[in-house]
């Protein structure tokens, strides 16, 4: 049998390889590596994909959230609420603002921020809050939004570039967005890269500034800001890509549909379902199991590379030990992360190897006692 990765490029690469060597062709011969032509187009056609009005590009993820923070006004000491249950890249965005991450637990179902402990964690010093589309999904933005009054709303698109609620787009629901294009992201770089999203033509200008160390004419610095760019490179493989993007997506959320098909009869799975009003796109599969370490290690010696998106969540890191919240402080996040197990998904995998990856799981599951 042969060995199924979680994520496989190569694929995409194929598809893609003339149009980004042809793009990169050009990029060297013009030597406009930062802020090339390439970059602007991205960045229309993102926001336009995206439904918002904006999109800076900018160099990874994680700046994308820190800047869509800044941009909304989160200042040092200030607290933003995110939940327990993300990538550490969520809450390091606010740690190095100097605010401080307010962690809430998430509902059972679908491992998004619950909207209905969001009330009790607002403080005077609560200067945003940060849904996370987490796997693919769309976190229900709306109902945050109805909770928090006043108080910014910033999504964390990294892993939902092209899913819709209520047939809007992620990254255009809430007053700015930060998204990832990690190369295993949906839309995903050669490299590190990222963007910010909003609909709001101050907020992308505020954005654009700090990014690119605070001015707007050169060496007319405003205020400090930072190196955080989208390069030329980059820009032109994101191109390529965010052509397919809906192709892919449309893919990915096939064989999601045929992992839940072919394991409805498999006892021991939970698979994940789609919440009401959203067209997830499945950054990944996520079912929950017993016995999941045992189970995970019966897989990857078959060959099969499931995963765990997150085993720790986050106050439980050491990173964010300081935050004081010991086991027990956040019960959905912490039994999920012992039972979550991300299954093979990308948009080429072939429904030969999803059946390999259930018949995998299958035997682990009847090998774990
Ligand atoms: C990938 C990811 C990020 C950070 O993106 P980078 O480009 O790796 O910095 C932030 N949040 C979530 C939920 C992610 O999955």
């Known amino acids: 049998m042969n060995a199924i990765p979680l994520v496989d490029l190569a694929a995409q690469q194929a598809e893609i390889s003339e149009e980004v060597m042809a793009g990169l062709s050009e990029v060297f011969a013009t030597t406009s590596f930062i802020g090339g032509k390439p970059v602007g187009e991205f960045e229309l056609a993102y926001a336009e994909a995206t439904g918002a009005a904006h999109c800076v590009g900018v160099a990874n993820g994680t700046d994308a959230v820190e800047l869509a923070l800044r941009g909304v006004g989160v200042t040092a000491g200030g607290e933003v609420i995110l939940p327990a249950n993300t990538f550490i890249a969520t809450a390091e965005a606010v740690s190095r603002i100097g605010a401080v991450p307010v962690l809430v637990d998430v509902d059972d179902e679908h491992l998004l921020i619950d909207p209905d402990l969001i009330a009790a964690a607002i403080t005077d010093k609560t200067q945003a809050v940060v849904p996370v589309h987490l796997f693919g999904q769309v976190a229900p933005v709306e109902r945050v939004l109805a909770v928090v009054g006043d108080v910014p709303v910033v999504e964390d698109a990294a892993q ?22 990690y190369p295993g992201k949906n839309l995903g770089a050669a490299g590190d890269a990222g963007a910010v999203t909003t609909q709001d033509a101050d907020l992308a200008a505020r954005v654009r500034l700090i990014a690119n160390h605070g001015s707007a004419r050169k060496y007319d610095h405003e205020v400090v800001g930072m190196n955080s760019r989208l390069d030329t490179v980059q820009a032109v493989v994101l191109n390529a890509k965010l052509k397919r993007l809906a192709t892919w997506n449309t893919w990915r959320r096939e064989a999601a549909d045929r992992y839940s098909a072919l394991l409805a009869d498999v006892e021991g799975v939970r698979v994940p379902r789609s919440a009401e009003g959203n067209v997830d796109v499945w950054h990944l599969y996520v079912v929950r199991v017993q016995d999941r370490d045992a189970v995970l290690r019966r897989l990857n010696e078959a060959g099969v590379g499931a995963g765990i998106h997150y085993p720790v969540p986050l106050h439980l890191t050491r990173a964010y030990a300081s935050l004081g919240l010991g086991p027990g402080s956040f019960p959905v996040a912490e039994r999920s992360a012992s039972e979550i197990l991300s299954l093979p998904l990308y948009p080429h995998i072939t429904e030969a190897q999803q059946v390999q990856v259930v018949e995998a799981l299958r035997a682990a599951l009847d090998a774990t006692p």
């Open 160 to 181: 939902s570039q092209g899913a819709t609620r209520f047939g809007r787009f992620a990254g255009s629901l809430a007053a700015a967005a930060g998204t990832s294009f």
